[in-house]
């Protein structure tokens, strides 16, 4: 609620309250007129650019500008051991390169059944009627391979799902996954 305030009227200052005497018209005027500034044109920023040493693979050096802030960068891969670069290097044409043992790490893991299998053993390619038994018996065993029903990764992924682990509700809390395994046990 407002306060009751005395019921007269304002009165402008007097003159010699004020510190600054009121403009005229003709100040006024002269304020109004349009002035235009130039313009500001933007300029994009040139980054700072460092000095940087390259190592290649074979140990030569270079020196460049960049703006990484590295000192030293040292490739893995460059035009000294790539065969883009080198094509007759024979160390550098290996097809089936094995970095870091990983795919030896990978056939120890999962065997050989992922690899690809050549066909090339048929039975006109044998000779005596042992060898022709033999390579039958190959056939045979390639033709029960290829009817396995974990031929393909999704397969064999979806292989784990079983019928009677089937919960629509999201799983069992770990105290009720305890006690079916001790079920399980006796």
Not at 21 to 26: D, V
Not at 28 to 54: G, S
Not at 57 to 85: E, F, I, M, Q, V
Request: aromatic share 6%.
């Amino acid at each position: 609620m407002a306060p009751n305030l005395p019921a007269c009227p304002l009165l402008p200052p007097s003159p010699s309250l004020l510190r600054h005497s009121i403009p005229t018209p003709i100040k006024l005027q002269f304020l109004k007129q349009q002035t235009r500034n130039a313009t500001y044109v933007l300029r994009h920023r040139r980054p700072y650019q460092f000095t940087q040493l390259v190592q290649l693979s074979d140990g030569s050096t270079y020196t460049c500008r960049t703006t990484s802030p590295l000192s030293l960068y040292k490739s893995a891969k460059d035009s000294r051991n790539h065969t883009l670069w080198q094509p007759s290097d024979k160390s550098l044409r290996n097809i089936e390169v094995d970095e870091a043992g990983k795919l030896a790490a990978f056939r120890e893991r999962f065997g050989r059944g992922w690899d690809m299998s050549d066909n090339t053993t048929t039975t006109e390619e044998s000779t005596t009627p042992e060898m022709k038994a033999e390579a039958k018996a190959v056939v045979e065993e390639k033709k029960e391979e290829e009817i396995d029903p974990f031929d393909s990764l999704v397969d064999l992924i979806s292989g784990y799902a079983t019928a009677d682990n089937k919960n629509t509700k999201g799983g069992l809390s770990a105290k009720d996954q305890a006690k079916k395994d001790k079920a399980k046990k006796k």
